[in-house]
């Protein structure tokens, strides 16, 4: 029997990288999956592409647009879900931005725009999907922090506080919301996606040989995480972050 058979899921920030991966971990594992993407035409047919390729295999998803950073966008984004998959199982909170600065030089710009998707879209996702997980009894709810979030890096201040406010988040909900619905974090290294596309080859190198496991991460090291925290498997599991990291913080 499928693992998530009869169960349904929205995966934020699903059209590229660790969210398409989980996105397309969880449709094999027999879950509905709404794959979304942030409102533009480019991020639309990435979507409609991670659909395709989900449906190819025999699973069934949608394409769903939305901004998590923007509350009317989020609103309009959990009712659709609602109207065409019904009660939500799962919800993945995703979605993420990086960009790189010393904090002495940072743009506050910057700093808002990675607080906005990376913290402030975890909440805003989080709020109106679960009133009715409560209503049900029953919810899955992963939140993807970073090993960031705990060690910290240079050039990453405002990263690393929101990933640290991710993992804070899980905690402080977890307790609010147990047993009914479970809350963990993934908290992963840095992954060969194009979200480091911004970051520079020397930090790249560096960190390559930092690494007790002399690489970094691929999408396929974080998914089978993503399905277990789906899962009844980890029905014991709420206020957890797990770090498929390649022991970068060992935390």
């Known amino acids: 029997m499928e693992r998530l058979a009869d169960t349904t899921a929205l995966v934020t920030g699903a059209s590229t990288g660790i969210g398409k991966g989980i996105a397309i971990g969880l449709a094999e594992a027999g879950a509905t999956v709404a794959v979304n993407h942030p409102p533009t035409d480019k991020e639309a047919e990435r979507a409609q592409a991670v659909v395709d390729e989900i449906e190819a295999a025999g699973g069934t998803a949608i394409a769903l647009s939305g901004d998590v950073s923007d509350e009317e966008s989020v609103k309009a984004m959990v009712d659709t879900f609602d109207a065409e998959l019904g009660q939500m199982d799962v919800l993945v909170n995703n979605a993420g931005i990086v960009r790189q600065s010393r904090l002495a030089v940072m743009p506050v710009e910057m700093w808002d725009d990675v607080m906005a998707v990376d913290l402030r879209g975890v909440f805003l996702v989080t709020r109106f999907v679960l009133p009715k997980m409560l209503e049900a009894g029953h919810g899955r709810i992963i939140n993807m922090a970073s ?105």
Do not use: C
């Not at 640290?164 to 992954?191: Q, Y």
């Not at 080859?201 to 970094?216: D, F, S, V, Y």
């Open 147 to 251: 090993q960031l979030g705990f060690k910290g890096a240079p050039e990453l201040v405002h990263y690393s506080a929101a990933k640290g406010g991710v993992i804070a988040f899980t905690r402080a909900l977890a307790r609010e919301v147990a047993p009914d619905v479970t809350v963990n974090a993934i908290a992963p290294g840095p992954i060969e996606t194009e979200l480091l596309s911004d970051i520079s080859e020397e930090w790249r190198t560096n960190k390559e040989a930092e690494l007790p496991m002399g690489r970094l991460g691929r999408v396929e090291d974080v998914v089978p995480t993503a399905v277990f925290l789906a899962s009844d498997d980890s029905s014991y599991y709420t206020g957890q972050t797990l770090s498929p990291d390649g022991g970068d913080a060992m935390h």
